[in-house]
């Protein structure tokens, strides 16, 4: 009997190939493990024959042995006959056919049923790379056999085999059921489920299993083999972040509330409510009062957290008195005090308020004034933070932000222009001071008011700078042109900015900033672009919510209409992504955003608006104009739309 064919005769799967792959020989047992009938699988390559998850290592097997005369091993798995995958460690070598005096590989399963450990090593090898953990259960015996992997998963199962019974006592009660469903499963691989896990030392794990049925070796053991990781920390992180949106989330809600409230206030009475009510909750602190100047003295209420008896000694101070509080009002400049030491080190002689025995190390104010451009001091408030804590940088300044729009509302109540002078002091105080000397960036930007009714309406921009030297650009407009209008616009803006200090993804912000106006079930909606810009790059990433398209100008007059990803206007439709595009700003070139009231109107469609401003910004490259002129020239776009809408434009020209 020839030699090859000896080697066929085997009662495990083997095969004899060519050099090059090519079935020419193969028993009944590796005809049945392909799956195929014998005569199917000759002439065939044997790596087209295996699964696809299966076939580059059948095919490097049979290459090691056909390229180096060296024996070459590789642990397979094979379709099983009853859904189990039968997992085989394949040998191959090559063989001398003495018919033809030619090579031939023989490939062919060896029996490891009595190395089991073997079959098992790429199992463990896969786990602990993927920074997983494996265990084998034996449904006959019950028990389970931890195999390894992640070092951080082997703490938590410090015993090596245990009683199906013992393990399961570790399981939360309530998942119990579940770890014995997904064992009892018929499935090949199961799904993905979550177990609680109480350990010896640390307490509760949130763990995910996921199971496979393999049968060892050809004719051996059927046995159950799980995956699992934990997912603890992962779980953690994701409820402290839900944790921190949900704070986010109500910060931002809560401002916009204080900032609307602000608005609306029609008396001074009213305003003395929105502030004593909403200011030491909005920002944490533990109390607020608010001084108003009558006559060169101090007008003080106080809400809770900070007593008469502290209020008194202030009531009726003149505002040059050498203390903190008419200091701030008096020079219009905020002050925070952190500890007794730095109030006694700046104010010598104003030791009456805060009373220092209170102010001790786990007790700090911040104090900002009411004040308006050119006009005499209005007043101030004052907040006490207790039990250590610091408001940010951040915090601060938007308090700031709030205080100088209070001191509008201010003084727009006491010229009895409340509520028309009120909205057009909100819309001023939105429109922010843009950021001077970018390294290789120059920003402008133009707003005009509506030409008719109440010389309001809800456009705006915003540009600033982020803690990582990124500069966030947004130009939007609220819907209508009114008093609503404009505290709406108010809004959205300041909700923007406290979700961009803590989210930079133009995408993510506007999604946080729908979720927010759709919770509060506003009247109106409003159209945004917003634009994150990398000064050092000039890498641009930038999201829209139903807002007219971006304008791109270069030096040589050229420009293009960029219409940016995204979703719908902010404030109609819940739970809405907002996709992003990533683009780069060359040198001598400039973004131009606008609102539709520069490029849409009766007398011109927004495709023809758009290329005009876009030549008129091109034109203005080409002339070597810089951003603050270039935003004027594409002002005068407006002109040709015949449109009594307010306008905005906001250029950001790279260098």
Request: charged content about 25%; some cysteine; proline content about 5%.
């Amino acid at each position: 009997m020839d030699a090859l064919d000896e080697l066929l005769r085997r009662a495990d799967p083997s095969a004899l190939l060519t050099l090059d792959g090519a079935i020419r020989n193969l028993n009944a047992a590796m005809a049945t493990a392909l799956g195929r009938p014998a005569e199917q699988c000759l002439g065939r390559d044997f790596g087209d024959l295996w699964p696809a998850s299966e076939r580059m290592s059948a095919e490097s097997l049979v290459v090691h042995a056909a390229r180096t005369m060296t024996v070459a091993m590789r642990v397979l798995e094979f379709p099983g006959r009853g859904g189990a995958p039968v997992a085989c460690l394949i040998e191959a070598r090559q063989v001398k056919d003495p018919a033809g005096d030619e090579q031939r590989v023989w490939v062919h399963a060896l029996d490891a049923r009595n190395d089991l450990a073997s079959l098992l090593i790429p199992f463990r090898m896969a786990t602990k790379a993927a920074d997983l953990g494996l265990w084998m259960y034996s449904p006959h015996e019950h028990e389970l056999e931890w195999l390894g992997g992640a070092p951080a998963l082997a703490a938590l199962f410090p015993d090596l085999t245990a009683s199906l019974s013992r393990v399961m006592s570790s399981v939360h009660p309530d998942d119990r059921e579940t770890l014995r469903q997904l064992l009892r499963s018929a499935s090949a691989q199961s799904s993905w489920v979550r177990l609680r896990y109480l350990t010896q030392h640390d307490g509760w794990h949130q763990l995910a299993a996921q199971t496979r049925r393999i049968q060892l070796g050809y004719g051996g053991p059927e046995r159950i083999f799980g995956v699992v990781r934990d997912d603890t920390k992962q779980e953690k992180r994701k409820e402290e972040a839900q944790v921190a949106l949900t704070a986010e989330r109500q910060r931002a809600k809560d401002v916009a509330e204080f900032s609307s409230a602000l608005i609306t206030a029609a008396t001074e009475q009213e305003l003395q409510q929105v502030v004593l009510t909403r200011l030491a909750a909005t920002f944490g602190a533990s109390g607020a009062l608010l001084a108003l100047v009558d006559d060169g003295r101090l007008r003080v209420t106080t809400d809770a957290g900070i007593t008469m008896r502290e209020v008194d000694v202030m009531h009726g101070m003149s505002l040059g008195h050498p203390s903190p509080l008419p200091e701030a009002i008096r020079t219009g400049k905020s002050h925070f005090i952190l500890d007794r030491k730095d109030y006694v080190r700046r104010w010598p002689h104003g030791a009456e308020f805060p009373r220092l025995d209170r102010l001790g190390s786990d007790y700090a104010v911040s104090i900002m004034p009411l004040v308006e451009a050119g006009n005499q001091p209005l007043g101030g408030w004052l907040v006490t933070y207790d039990s250590g804590h610091r408001p940010s940088l951040e915090e601060r300044t938007l308090m700031g932000t709030l205080a100088d729009l209070a001191g509008q509302a201010l003084r727009r109540i006491r010229l009895q222009q409340a509520r028309v002078e009120l909205a057009t002091a909100l819309q001023k105080t939105m429109l922010p001071t843009l950021p001077e000397h970018l390294a290789g960036l120059e920003v402008a930007a133009r707003y005009r008011p509506s030409r008719h009714g109440l010389d309001i309406g809800g456009d705006w921009y915003d540009a600033f700078v982020m803690p990582d030297g990124a500069i966030v650009l947004e130009i939007g407009d609220a819907q209508g042109h009114d008093v609503d209008a404009a505290a709406f616009m108010g809004q959205v803006r300041l909700s923007m900015r406290a979700i961009a200090a803590q989210e930079p993804d133009p995408g993510t912000v506007l999604m946080r900033t729908n979720e927010l106006l759709v919770t509060m079930d506003p009247p109106r909606f409003a159209s945004c672009t917003m634009l994150h810009i990398d000064p050092h790059n000039g890498q641009v990433t930038g999201s829209s919510a139903g807002h007219v398209p971006l304008l791109c100008a270069r030096r040589d007059g050229s420009h293009d209409i960029v219409k940016l990803p995204g979703g719908p206007v902010l404030g109609v439709l819940p739970s809405m992504d907002y996709a992003e595009e990533t683009f780069t700003l060359n040198e001598d070139s400039a973004l131009v955003m606008v609102t539709d009231g520069v490029v849409e109107g009766p007398s011109l469609t927004l495709e023809a608006g758009l290329e005009r401003a876009g030549t008129l910004a091109g034109a203005a490259l080409h002339d070597g104009l810089d951003a603050e002129a270039t935003a004027d020239r594409v002002l005068e776009a407006a002109d040709a739309v015949d449109h009594a809408d307010d306008v905005a434009v906001l250029v950001i020209r790279r260098t």
